[in-house]
């Protein structure tokens, strides 16, 4: 027999059925003894048992109302429990094809920005040795990122012997700026990109990743990526393709440490 919290409704619906049958009865009874108290001749009758009779009954008949409710209330809240679980599974399935589309979505902007990428007539070195005033590592970060984690990280790769195109020690006065990335981007040999939540905000990361894409697209492997605060479901929902990507954590490594892995990937490539 099932516990009382499993069953299910049918199965309530027939033990109701039964408490109902059995407070018309316990009624019934109760009808009767009424009757008889009001036809009783105190000569003949036992006044005084007829209206025992009479008391136990009614409290039948309480008792077999309470049941008959309790029936009832455990059937409406087996309803209401079933109709939240069916509306939360809804919600979830919703959700879930929420978050498919905008990942389709955004594969779909991606692939047209790189269509539109390859039409665009950039001059890559032949080999992947750097050229003569080419650098080692183009480092793509958002300006909210500079202060507490790409400055420290740039000295920290120059200190090991990497040459870097950072914006703060390559732009001079009067610099284009397009004109400038562009060609760091050309003669970098990688690019180090800051994935942060500022850094997908901003147009100028967008477009030095996407020139690092092109890149990659030729056959070059050139992205090197580090998560900085921000979590693989974060970037899942921002930039799909970027997830798969063997990436360093800022959370996990300290500055030197994430500058020394860097510095080895560079140079021993």
């Known amino acids: 027999m099932k516990h009382p919290k499993f069953k299910g409704v049918s199965t309530l619906d027939a033990e109701i059925e039964k408490c109902e049958k059995n407070l ?21 009758d036992n006044i005084s048992k007829l209206r025992q009779q009479l008391r136990a009954k009614e409290k039948q008949v309480i008792k077999a109302r309470k049941q008959v409710k ?11 429990e079933r109709q939240r679980t069916k509306l939360g599974g809804q919600a979830k399935k919703k959700e879930r094809l ?3 589309r905008a990942i389709n979505e955004e594969m779909d902007n991606q692939e ?28 793509s970060h958002a300006s909210e990122d500079k202060a507490d984690f790409v400055k420290p990280l740039a000295d920290e790769l120059i200190k090991l012997g990497v040459s870097v195109w950072y914006d703060e020690y390559t732009l001079r006065i009067g610099d ?14 990688y690019g180090l990109i800051i994935l942060s939540k500022a850094f997908f905000e901003k147009n100028w990361t967008q477009y030095e990743l996407n020139g690092l894409v092109v890149r990659e697209m030729e056959g070059d492997k050139v992205i090197l990526p580090i998560w900085h605060n921000i979590t693989k479901d974060e970037i899942m929902k921002l930039s799909p393709s970027l997830v798969d990507k063997v990436a360093l954590n800022s959370t996990m490594f300290t500055i030197r440490e994430i500058a020394e892995k860097v510095a080895d990937a560079v140079k021993n490539a």
């Open 98 to 100: 929420a978050l498919n």
């Open 176 to 189: 284009s700026l397009r004109s400038s990335i562009d060609q760091g981007l050309a003669e970098s040999k």
């Open 112 to 139: 047209n920005i790189l269509s539109q990428l390859k039409n665009i007539a950039i001059e890559f070195p032949s080999d992947k040795e750097e050229s003569q005033s080419g650098t080692e590592l183009f480092i």
């Open 70 to 80: 309790a029936k009832k209330d455990q059937k409406s809240r087996k309803v209401n």
């Open 24 to 44: 018309l009865n316990r009624e019934i009874e109760f009808n009767l003894i009424v009757q008889k108290l009001k036809s009783a001749d105190p000569s003949l």
